[in-house]
């Protein structure tokens, strides 16, 4: 694939503010941590990389984890800031290589990586079509691709929309307050993944498998049930709903299409 068919997008620096700091969000949130790592093993069980990148991996959440499975793996990821924490957070891991880099435009040659991961940052690509390509061209022709999409067709949205008599946008949903809907506020978006299937196969691409992520999301839920039962259930619950896209988070297990 040529990489100069698609436009690129704008530099991806938005993480480099540092109200940002990306290391503080996940206090609080270790049903949903561990539901995406539930999410990732489902996945890529009995399988192993000779190199996984986890592009826009942010401070590298789920490099160690990645490093299970693959002989290499790339932290590639475009803000700086992020880099900085992850040279701290992954002080123990030195074989993890980190990389500045954004999801348009990889240094990796044609069909090199056997495992590219992008776990939430199609939320802040309204139009992943640049990326989406770019990935295709590094990914070997064998290789997986694993991606998270925020998911606005998740069941709560569905049934608002239900008894509303309205359909379920097929466009991404900026989530964002009015007020922050300004040009240096980071893009937040919400996808419909039946477009998303649309455009990765646009790109030459097809899921393989689906799961439905965090399930239980929910403050009242994380503050009434033990955390270990919450994550019993979530762990039921992935496959069994992956096909209704019930969670708010969906994962796809995508290869590259023959
Ligand atoms: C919400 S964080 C997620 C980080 C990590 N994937 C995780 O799940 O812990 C989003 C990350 O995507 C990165 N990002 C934003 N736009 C990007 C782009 N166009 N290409 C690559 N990464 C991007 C940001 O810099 C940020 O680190």
Redesign the pocket.
């Known amino acids: 694939m040529n990489k100069n068919t698609t436009t690129k997008?704008k530099k991806?620096?938005?993480?480099n503010d540092p109200k940002h700091n990306?290391l503080h969000?996940?206090e609080g949130r270790d049903y949903e941590n561990s539901a995406?790592v539930i999410a990732i093993k489902s996945f890529l069980k009995g399988k192993h990389f000779a190199h996984a990148v986890?592009?826009?991996?942010?401070?590298g959440?789920?490099c160690v984890l990645l490093s299970e499975y693959a002989d290499k793996v790339t932290l590639?990821?475009?803000?700086q800031q992020?880099l900085d924490i992850a040279k701290d957070f992954l002080q123990d891991y030195p074989q993890i290589e980190q990389k500045l880099?954004?999801?348009?435009d990889l240094q990796f040659a044609d069909k090199s990586v056997d495992l590219i991961m992008?776990?939430?940052?199609m939320?802040?690509?309204p139009d992943p079509a640049p990326?989406f390509a770019e990935i295709a061209r590094a990914l070997t022709d064998d290789g997986y691709f694993l991606l998270?999409i925020a998911n606005y067709a998740h069941g709560v949205n569905r049934l608002k929309h239900a008894l509303r008599g309205k359909r379920l946008p097929v466009e991404p949903v900026d989530i964002r307050s009015p007020e922050h809907r300004t040009d240096d506020e980071i893009a937040f978006v919400n996808h419909n993944p039946k477009t998303v299937i649309k455009q990765l196969a646009h790109a030459g691409m097809k899921v393989e498998r689906v799961l439905s992520v965090s399930n239980l999301r929910s403050p009242g839920l994380k503050k009434a049930l033990p955390e270990g039962v919450m994550l019993g259930v979530e762990k039921i619950l992935q496959p069994t709903l992956a096909r209704t896209y019930f969670g708010p988070s969906t994962f796809l297990l995508i290869r590259k299409a023959s």
């Open positions: 997008h991806a620096d938005q993480y990306y969000y996940w995406e986890d592009i826009g991996g942010g401070y959440r789920l590639a990821e475009p803000s992020q880099m954004q999801a348009d992008m776990i939430r940052v939320h802040h690509l990326e998270e």
